[in-house]
């Protein structure tokens, strides 16, 4: 899409997004396969049917074995594409934030890092998702987490007052990233952290998936080409840009296809699919 074509669909879009998380936030039951149509490097975003399935899907995302301890409530809304917590380094005592929060499982994890003294927010537009999350807060007894309402491009968060920002596979949603970017570097400190899993590219998408509302709700029709998103990231102020790729298998592509339900082109063309959409792991800071 063009920046004046993204401009007027950016209502719709995120519209589409609202929509798709909040129904799977209102009908997901534990222990149910969440249909999200959500794809990753490591999972296909959706949870597992069954108990064991679930932990191997947990598995292949996150490099923290505390992910294990969450109940079912919080792990099959486990929607992202990498492990951010992990990729962030927290330290005890830092305040974070998060970056579409969704049903926590991010925060949660956080939490356990930051400690008592820490504090971790996570800030989601939809609010089936935010009732979600606080009703595992209160399971959780996570007293040091908060959930807020609000969009990514207008964060409901204070100047310079967080020390880390996390997402899972959000930024790829929002039709305006450069806005997305800007607001990070508002609320981080001085010195402050971005660490992100989300999805990018490596070349042009098809013009089936750029225009396909399904696709932006599914994490990747918005994706940026690789060298697009580092010039976003820069052009809002960040140093040190770092981005590693995790690119997807066949398997991977074939489930994304299927579950976007895109058209018997794509997936007869799926080598464009699988070898131009990925996941990056992103870190970069705010100058001192």
């Given amino acids: 899409m063009t920046t004046q074509t993204l401009q007027k669909a950016a209502p719709d879009i995120r519209s589409a997004v609202r929509e798709r998380y909040g129904n799977l936030a209102e009908q997901h039951q534990p222990g149910s396969q969440a249909d999200c149509g959500?794809?990753?490097?490591?999972?296909?975003?959706?949870?597992?049917?069954?108990?064991?399935?679930?932990?191997?899907?947990?598995?292949?995302?996150?490099?923290?074995?505390a992910?294990?301890?969450?109940?079912?409530?919080?792990?099959?809304?486990?929607?992202?594409?990498?492990d951010p917590v992990t990729l962030a380094a927290l330290e005890a005592g830092q305040t974070v934030l998060d970056l579409g929060s969704g049903g926590g499982i991010d925060c949660f994890l956080a939490a356990k890092k930051v400690g008592p003294a820490g504090k971790v927010i996570g800030v989601d537009m939809t609010p089936a998702m935010l009732e979600r999350a606080r009703a595992n807060k209160a399971k959780l007894g996570a007293d040091n987490v908060e959930f807020r309402l609000g969009e990514i491009e207008n964060l409901p968060v204070a100047d310079a007052t967080v020390d880390v920002i996390i997402s899972n596979c959000v930024i790829n949603l929002s039709p305006?990233?450069?806005?997305?970017?800007?607001?990070?570097?508002?609320v981080l400190r001085p010195g402050g952290k971005l660490a992100v899993s989300d999805i990018v590219t490596d070349g042009p998408l098809p013009q089936e998936i750029k225009t396909s509302l399904s696709a932006w709700a599914g994490c990747i029709a918005g994706a940026l080409d690789v060298q697009d998103f580092k010039a976003v990231i820069e052009a809002?102020?960040?140093?040190?840009?770092?981005m590693k790729a995790e690119y997807w298998g066949k398997e991977m592509a074939d489930e994304a296809i299927q579950q976007l339900g895109l058209s018997d082109t794509l997936i007869e063309n799926k080598?464009?699919?699988?070898?131009?959409?990925?996941?990056?792991?992103?870190?970069?800071?705010?100058?001192?």
């Fill in 236 to 242: 809002a102020g960040f140093v040190d840009v770092e």
């Fill in 271 to 288: 080598y464009v699919f699988d070898k131009t959409i990925f996941s990056a792991k992103i870190t970069a800071r705010k100058p001192e």
């Fill in 38 to 65: 959500c794809s990753s490097t490591q999972s296909s975003c959706c949870s597992p049917s069954d108990d064991l399935l679930q932990l191997e899907t947990v598995a292949r995302i996150y490099d923290d074995p």
């Fill in 176 to 186: 305006d990233k450069p806005q997305v970017l800007r607001e990070t570097f508002r």
């Fill in 67 to 82: 992910a294990f301890d969450l109940p079912a409530d919080v792990t099959e809304l486990s929607l992202g594409c990498g």
